[in-house]
């Protein structure tokens, strides 16, 4: 068994999350390798492209940005991800750093893969198709200034729904409960097979998110009267600029990530714990 571990070294902890579970597999005869761009006496090292060709299974230490980051390289080949909790308390990871003992359980297979929908996104410029994105959270046009409000064209099938906001954001299950959650999004079951359709700030009270069919294709395009500049973003990263003859195409991808279940965290145990059972932090 070959697994490769991508750490975050900027989260607090992490290095040392590093040392320890490299001893541990070490103990477990487990071979394990990190990019060779970092060392650490208990792996060996190779490319990171390479790592993920390589390994049977894929560990991130981090926050769910390391993990949505590594998990969408890993959903290409086909990988199992695991990720070790290195900051704030997130949806994604599994195991926090006292729980390393767990990772022993992917030996005797003691674990379960949870499939996580993602979307394709497809930028289109005078109808040629200039870049492709894979979203595991959401894609997101908004507004370059604060309480510009943009023009924002929705079509699914034959029909088009026009808004007035200062953004929108096309989410994933899986990003329910990121942004789209603060923008007044619902939360969704991660298993679920569905898009959700969230306006930012709409100018109009009876804009409410939209839940469609994850077979739904959904084409965006998005201008304003005052020449503000629009950005789609992809997973919280800047794609690019958004023009009048911009159009995004929002479909569900081929490719799914697979998360690694250890232990009995389940989605709505760490979001009573996210939200401390309704009181407030």
Known sequence: MIIAVLPNLDKRGSSQVVENLGLLLKKEGIEAYLPDTICSPNFKTAPEDELFRIADYIITIGGDGTIIRYAKRAAVDNKPILGINAG?????????????????????????????????????????????????????????????????????????????????????PTGSTAYSMSAGGPIIDPGAQCVCITPICSHSLSAKPILLGGNKTITLKSFSKKRTEIYLTVDGRKVCNVKPYTEIKITKSKNTVKLIRLNEHSFYKTLSAKFKDGRSF
């Open 88 to 172: 704030r308390l997130g949806y994604l990871a599994d195991v926090e750093q006292n729980e390393l003992k767990l990772i022993s359980k992917l030996k005797t297979n003691e674990f379960t893969l949870e499939d996580r929908m993602m979307l394709s996104v497809e930028i289109y410029e005078n109808g040629k198709l200039i870049n492709t994105f894979d979203a595991l959270n959401d894609a997101v046009i908004t507004s370059g200034f604060i309480s510009r409000i943009i023009d924002i064209s929705v079509s699914v099938s034959n029909d088009t729904i026009n808004y007035l906001a200062d953004g929108l954001i096309v989410s994933t």
